[in-house]
């Protein structure tokens, strides 16, 4: 029988196109996942805030600014008023603490970028894991040698699973650390 | 003669019902409200200071 | 000849060439194209780019810029405090004390919104309990249809210019001799007290009047008259045996409900049933209070008044009894009735009659009689008089009275005020935050007399009838806004504090009489009124002789929300008998009574707008939305009328066309009609909603709730009225009793249980489960209702629907079954439909074990916990409704719209009501499927702190929110994996079962069937 091109389009165009398309979703689709679940993302924040010097060289500790993380469910984002603390004095020449400055003394808040994010139908509580002795490090790496912090470890489902059914591994400094809960309200109510 | 759907009128169709509810679903329902006493423009909320708190 | 013509082929040409077959025109026929058409066509001087490319490339460009417009990755912005109060920490709730709705209260406020509403729980009245109507109260302050600015003649205008305005016109007034008319609700604030004296003397020509659309004004009078005191005592109810109701809902409407409730469900305990109190009810209409009784005798109120002098007869004059001695006069005058003959005449059960005979005999000094508000003064002073003689006496508290600072204003001086204003002599009119042309009855004229006073103020939350009318309306703030105080009762004085700003441009009110009392606009400051109440206290803080100072003693009541007050002296008030002389005939007529009742969650409509308050169903006809006449089956019948048929009342002259509702239970030739329905001018929420029965008051005496001689007819059409509960005759063999057959409800007398303890329990079988059971380790959540205690009275419903952000979808949706609410009470008759037994019980998702809802979801989003709760993942849902389909118990409810944003008329999409949600709680958009969680967000919130004091969770941490609201404490809750805890008990109990329990489906819900106190075994 005598080939028509609609035969060569079905033996091979087709297929290969197929292919070639399938091909290209998966490599993207798995190259991109660290990304997509938002690793890596270290956008520009309006004030040249670094955690390598403050909580790094100089050594204070997170919670001294991060005050709600053992109280509640968020972590907060320190208020000017808690920078203002040092920076009323310490270094108050420099550009970026005359930024810092102009915010307070104007009573503007500080429009920080936001990087950890949990989705919203998802509830986390800070208070519960920094209490029963998980280190901020952990969940949000090495910030002391973070210059700008960026997200270390994806927030997906499955990384919070995985620590929840792992601890003992993924938590080695803990002893006695109990299996996390797993069930759907704990998260999702 | 078999019945050729009338494409024209087809397309049509679906493309104003799709502009129609992507319009509607986005689309805050409040405009269409006739009560005009509802609509709010920007809200600021103030803690009263002097209240005195307590625990449960 | 045939004039037709056969053609064969239509035949057209153009032109005459054409017609006559010229051969050019045939050739040129046949060529479509001439030679010579494209000779100058070249491709190539073309526009390069065809209407084909142009379009591909447009679409293109516009989709890589749509793209490259926004960053994927990010998460907007997380924007912390500049300077962060102290105290405030965001994530965290504050709780405040405070009043709501004359109630001390306890409110949760997060981020500075207050969110939810509960009882303050040091208080010794409250005791930590709330009723149906006081959570409601934050819809309030949300209310996108508050006045937001002050208005003169529907125009803004400025605070200062309205109030040095207003201060010219109350100089004017009192220079020309005018009445100044300050209009109050009865006011139980002595702050406000002061304030209104301190107006009255800087304006002497000022003539305070006040007025409640309903109230207890007739029992005081009675009281002034018998004992000389305004001041009524509290009744010790948790000491009476033996309770007999003449028309007082004292559970649902009347009093402190909430105390009530507290202490009558206190001698309902099964824990100790040799202690169960009896309950008679006589009443004509069918309220709360009677579908709890143990005996219930159907008598219109008209003849109450007869009852209680025949019952005195039979007491002292035929039993004997007579704690304190007679009057000859008096007992002339009761000689006259006889009880046999009055049970002849009504047709009343003479067996429950004797036996309440006999019990108000047997049990003298232990029982208590009590008379409705809506009863007229004598019918008060009969009982009394009858309470006297009885020597029940003993209960009245006298540690603690029902303070009343004034009177209301007479019927007398009211229709003063009305010919004051027709004359012209009235200056200045203030409504300071009632309604008195919607309130007052309409034969009274003030609607008419209004228009002839040339400057009226009104001074009130949102636009209503009155400040309709008014040419000035100053926007007042919300209480939840306010500084003021309460002394209701004399052993405990309530404070209020404002928990948040002002959000509106709006002035407390008593803050607005106190700029005029100070004289000048510029004088106003948001704090004059903080420091005006705080000066007031003093007068308390001096009394107490406290070791600490003033300012401490003051934050300290802030605090705490009261203060106990030692009384000065002892109070004991001495019985005036001839009081009881002036007692007037008792004629009754065959005609038809109309009985106006105070509604139970609209207030006098000042919460007609609350669609939360709305959507509750009445808790005995289960109507929402709407008000109606309620009548009985048999008058019903004689007048033709059905469910939702109109009736046409005239009383005197008056006349309203109403919807009615056949109510089993009621006497016959009585209507009985709420109040605070049919508000005109009133927002989206209460428009159409109701009948007003305020036309048919009379403007002679206003605190007269019965009318008399009423001609009640058929006009003919209907209205829907919407329930959420089925209304089928109650003799209908296929549904009669079904929920006793069913055991949905189960049942049993005190006798029967004192005699067979184990009488409920008794033809079981096991049943046996063909999986494998799950193991609960840790704690495992349970409940237990009792419905010994529950009452009906709606306090879970409420306090569940502000908890967890409840939907109010409105009359069409609850006429389809959607409702929102994940606990309801419902409502089951049996026994004929003159004498029903009413059963009430709440339910809500059974958090059953082997959940026959968990094993149907396609999407596994529900399924249970660990800790035993059946869990709600409202991401994963689709929307199927298979879920709501299986269960048992119908407690699945499905969000058909979203009601947050695209509903009807937006109601709830507006920067200012979605403040009211509670942030812990998810709110649902529209197909998803919800259910009570057994408030899993507390159970989170005592996880947390257990975890963050290093202890393990225990059940007693976590109160649901039904259960903290439940006056009655009929709702227990706990971890039933420890046996030694109050739920434990209650489950394992004799009388616990569970409903429909044959499915096997386990619930985790244990009911304690209810014991009715009669006197013998059956029920």
Redesign the interface.
């Known amino acids: 029988m005598k080939k028509t091109v609609l035969d060569y389009t079905l033996k091979f165009r087709l297929p290969l196109i197929l292919f070639i398309a399938a091909a290209a979703f998966v490599v993207t689709f798995y190259i991109s996942r660290a990304e997509r679940d938002g690793v890596g993302y270290k956008p520009l924040q309006p004030i040249n805030y670094s955690h390598k010097l403050h909580a790094g060289e100089m050594g204070i500790d997170c919670q001294y600014c991060h005050v709600g993380v053992t109280k509640g469910r968020h972590a907060l984002v320190p208020s000017v008023n808690i920078c203002m603390n040092c920076h009323s004095v310490a270094r108050k020449d420099k550009p970026e603490i005359i930024k810092l400055t102009k915010y307070y003394e104007e009573g503007n808040p500080i429009p920080w970028k936001r990087i950890h994010k949990v989705p919203e139908y998802a509830y986390f509580n800070h208070s519960v894991h920094v209490n029963k002795g998980i280190d901020c490090e952990s969940c949000h790496g090495n910030v002391r040698e973070m210059e700008e912090v960026s997200q270390i470890k994806p927030f997906t489902m499955t990384a919070c699973l995985d620590c929840h059914r792992n601890p003992q591994e993924k938590l080695p400094y803990l002893k006695n650390v109990k299996v996390g809960p797993e069930n759907c309200a704990a998260c999702h109510r | 003669m078999k019945n050729k759907i009338d494409r024209k009128k087809f397309f049509v169709t679906a493309s104003l019902s799709a502009f129609g509810l992507t319009l509607l ?1 986005n689309t ?3 405009y ?4 005009k ?7 600021t ?12 | 000849m045939s004039l037709k013509k056969t053609v064969e082929k239509k035949d057209f040409w153009k032109n005459l060439k054409e017609y006559y077959n010229d051969p050019a025109v045939l050739k040129a026929k046949a060529n479509e194209f001439a030679d010579g058409v494209t000779d100058e066509f070249n491709p190539d001087t073309l526009n390069t780019v065809s209407r084909r490319r142009f379009i591909a490339l447009l679409s293109a460009s516009a989709a890589f810029a749509a793209t490259a417009c926004s960053d994927y990755q990010d998460k907007g912005e997380i924007i912390p405090y500049t300077k962060r ?1 102290e ?2 920490l965001p994530g965290k709730p ?4 405070t009043i709501v709705n004359g109630k001390s209260v ?1 409110v949760r ?1 997060r ?3 207050p969110i939810n509403i509960e009882g303050n ?1 040091d208080h010794p009245i409250y005791m930590g309990k709330i009723d149906a109507q006081s959570p409601a109260v934050l819809l309030n302050l949300y209310d ?2 508050r006045l937001k600015e002050p208005y003169k003649k529907k125009r803004k205008i400025d605070w200062e210019k309205a109030d040095s305005e207003i201060l010219d016109l109350l100089g004017e007034a009192v220079v020309k001799n005018k009445e100044i008319a300050i209009i109050t609700d009865r006011i139980a604030s002595p702050a406000t007290l002061k304030l209104i004296n301190n107006f009255k003397e800087k304006f002497p020509t000022t003539k305070w009047y006040s007025y409640q659309s309903s109230g207890d004004e007739n029992k005081r009078i009675a009281w002034q008259s018998s004992y000389g005191s305004r001041n009524v005592p509290s009744i010790k109810l948790d000491k009476a045996q033996i309770i007999l109701s003449l028309e007082s809902d004292f559970l649902g409407r009347e009093g402190n409900t909430i105390e009530n409730t507290r202490l009558f469900t206190q001698r309902k305990d099964v824990m100790n049933s040799n202690n169960f109190n009896r309950l008679y009810s006589v009443e004509g209409a069918m309220s709360l209070t009677g579908i709890n009784s143990d005996y219930r005798i159907r008598l219109r109120a008209d003849a109450q008044l007869e009852f209680v002098l025949s019952l005195l007869n039979e007491i002292v004059l035929k039993k004997n009894v007579q704690q304190i001695t007679l009057t000859a006069s008096i007992k002339s005058l009761i000689s006259k009735y006889q009880l046999k003959n009055f049970i002849n005449k009504y047709k009343l059960d003479s067996i429950k009659i004797n036996y309440l005979v006999d019990d108000l005999v047997k049990y003298q000094g232990q029982s208590i009689v009590l008379a409705g508000e809506i009863l007229p003064v004598d019918v008060h002073s009969a009982v009394i008089m009858l309470n006297e003689v009885l020597g029940n006496s003993a209960l009245y508290d006298y540690n603690s009275v029902n303070l009343d600072f004034h009177p209301m204003s007479t019927s007398d001086e009211l229709k003063g005020l009305v010919s004051s204003a027709s004359k012209g002599n009235i200056g200045v009119l203030i409504n300071f935050g009632i309604n008195p042309i919607f309130n007052m009855p309409k034969e009274l004229g003030l609607e008419e007399a209004f228009q002839k006073i040339p400057n009226t103020i009104s001074i009130v939350e949102s636009e209503n009838e009155t400040s309709d009318k008014s040419t000035y309306t100053l926007a007042a703030s919300n209480e939840l ?1 306010s500084w003021g105080d309460n002394y209701v009762r004399s052993d405990i004085y309530e404070l209020q ?5 002002p ?1 509106f441009n709006t002035r407390q009110k008593e803050n607005i009489l106190l700029t005029w009392i100070n004289g000048s606009a510029e004088a106003y400051s948001m ?1 004059a009124i ?1 420091h005006f109440v705080m000066e007031n206290f003093k007068d308390i803080y001096n009394l107490q002789n406290s070791p600490v100072d003033f300012k401490s003693y003051w ?1 300290n009541a ?3 929300g009261f203060v106990k007050v030692i009384p000065s002296a002892q109070i004991k008030y001495s019985f005036n008998q001839s009081s009881f002389d002036k007692i007037s005939s008792t004629e009754t007529t065959s005609e038809y009574l109309v009985q106006l009742q105070k509604s139970y969650f609209i207030g006098d409509g000042k919460f007609a707008n609350n669609g939360w308050l709305q959507e509750i169903p009445h808790p005995v006809s289960k109507v929402a939305w709407d008000n109606y006449a309620a009548l009985s089956p048999n008058s019903a019948k004689e007048l033709g009328v059905e469910n939702n048929d109109y009736v046409k009342v005239v009383v005197n002259g008056k006349f309203l066309e109403i919807p009615v509702m056949l109510q089993p239970g009621m006497a016959d030739k009585l209507l009985s009609i709420e109040l605070g329905y049919g508000r005109t001018v009133i ?2 929420a209460g428009k159409n909603s109701g009948f007003n029965a305020v036309v048919l008051m009379s403007g002679t005496e206003v605190s007269n709730y019965l009318l008399t001689n009423a001609a009640v007819t058929k006009p003919g059409g209907s209205y829907k009225l919407v329930s959420t509960q089925e209304h089928h005759p109650l003799d209908d063999n296929s549904v009669k009793d079904f929920h006793k057959i069913r055991k949905i409800i189960q049942e049993g007398t005190v006798e029967e249980y004192k005699k067979n303890s184990k009488f409920l329990h008794e033809d079981e079988h096991n049943l046996i489960g063909i999986t494998r059971e799950h193991k609960y380790e840790g704690v495992k959540w349970g409940m237990s209702i009792d419905l010994n205690k529950c009452t009906s009275c709606a306090s879970c419903v409420t306090s569940c629907n502000v908890e967890n952000n409840i939907p109010v979808v409105g009359k069409d949706q609850v006429a389809n079954g959607r409702e929102m609410h994940w606990i309801r009470i419902d409502r089951y008759y049996s026994g004929t439909p003159d004498d029903p037994e009413v059963s009430g019980q709440p339910m809500l998702c059974q958090h059953c074990d082997n959940a026959p809802c968990e094993n149907v979801c396609p999407v596994n989003a529900t399924n249970h916990s660990p800790d035993g709760l059946n869990q709600m993942a409202y991401n994963r849902c689709v929307g199927t409704r298979y879920c709501a389909n299986n269960c048992p118990y119908k407690v699945r409810r499905f969000n058909f719209y979203n009601f947050r ?6 109601y709830y ?4 009501t979605s ?1 009211v949600n509670n942030p812990e709680v998810t709110v649902r958009s529209r197909g998803v499927m919800e259910k009570c969680t057994f408030c899993v967000q507390r159970i989170m919130e005592a996880r947390e702190t257990a975890i963050a004091e290093g202890r393990e969770l225990k059940g007693s941490d976590v109160k649901t929110a039904c259960q903290s609201a439940c006056p009655a404490d009929a709702i227990v809750f706990g971890d039933t994996n420890d046996k030694e805890s109050k739920i434990s008990k209650y489950r394992e109990h004799e009388l616990g079962y569970h409903v429909l329990e044959e499915l096997y489906v386990k619930p985790n819900v244990t009911y304690l069937a209810k014991l009715r106190n009669t006197h013998s075994e059956e029920a």
């Open positions: 679903n805050p329902l409040k269409f409200n006739n009560n006493n509802g609509i709010e423009k920007k809200i909320l103030n803690i009263h200071p002097s209240a005195v708190k307590r625990n449960k | 109060p105290g405030v504050n709780f405040y004390a306890l406020v981020e500075g919104r729980p996108p249809e806004e504090q404002p928990l948040i700003a959000i704090d903080h934050y802030l605090h705490d927002g989206d944003d695209h509903f009807a008329d937006a999409e507006n920067e200012l403040l």
